[in-house]
């Protein structure tokens, strides 16, 4: 069975900080992994795609990695901002034929100005 | 603008009156997705369906039910709601395999 882990579960770092947000799951089989954002009391922001073929995505100043062999995804957000604090959430595409996310709890970013 | 828009945002109920989710997208997508996300299980899907008039149970389809008469809408119902069912419910569509999911904004639900 999938299991989908993230560490660590809260982050506080002070503003122009690099980070790195971690992703585990334990069964290489799967389609893709998303990294979404949620905002309290709104939805999922799909951030980044990587498909099961690819090593890495950027969009600005995010950058997803996946090694599926090992079973791990990172999140790399450069020069944090204040308006970089929220939820992010790891969720890999089971590679079966329902197309189920299946979700980390998450990693609670603060970004302190 | 895409989006996926889900009705009512909020919701206070009370145990066993029926009530109907709706949810919405324009990007004429064919899958359609219910989640449920709770402290400390994260979201876990709840009912699918890869296009019109083909729906199928994800993980805790208990107490729910769905249907799917038109590809844009994607209703998700409770016939007798109860207070385990308090939680915060998303609505996801999709293109084929491969492509991103979209997501509602999220509907707050409360049994009392």
């Known amino acids: 069975k999938q299991e989908v882990t993230q560490i660590p579960a809260a982050l506080s770092v002070p503003e122009g900080e690099n980070l790195v947000l971690n992703c585990s799951f334990t069964?290489?089989?799967?389609?893709?992994l998303q990294w979404f954002r949620q905002d309290p009391g709104k939805g999922l922001t799909s951030l980044l795609l990587?498909?099961?073929s690819q090593r890495e995505q950027t969009s600005g100043r995010l950058n997803a990695s996946l090694d599926k062999s090992s079973g791990r995804s990172t999140l790399y957000i450069a020069a944090s901002q204040p308006g970089d604090s929220a939820t992010y959430l790891c969720?890999?595409?089971?590679?079966?034929?329902?197309?189920?996310?299946?979700w980390g709890l998450g990693t609670s970013l603060g970004v302190n100005p | 603008e895409a989006q996926v828009t889900q009705n009512p945002r909020y919701l206070i109920t009370v145990t066993g009156k029926k009530l109907t989710v709706t949810c919405s997208q324009n990007?004429?997508?064919?899958?359609m997705s219910w989640y449920r996300q709770d402290p400390g299980l994260g979201l876990r899907q709840i009912y699918y369906s890869m296009n019109v008039e083909v729906t199928d149970k994800g993980d805790v389809p208990e107490g729910y039910k769905v249907s799917r008469k038109e590809k844009r809408n994607f209703p998700l119902i409770l016939e007798s709601p109860s207070p385990n069912q308090t939680s915060l419910y998303f609505c996801?569509?999709?293109?084929?395999?491969?492509?991103?999911?979209?997501f509602g904004p999220g509907t707050r639900l409360t049994v009392l």
């Open positions: 969720a890999v595409e089971d590679a079966g034929n329902n197309r189920k996310l299946i």
């Open positions: 990007m004429n997508h064919e899958y």
């Open positions: 069964d290489s089989a799967i389609y893709n």
């Open positions: 990587i498909q099961s």
């Open positions: 996801a569509s999709s293109r084929p395999t491969g492509h991103t999911q979209y």
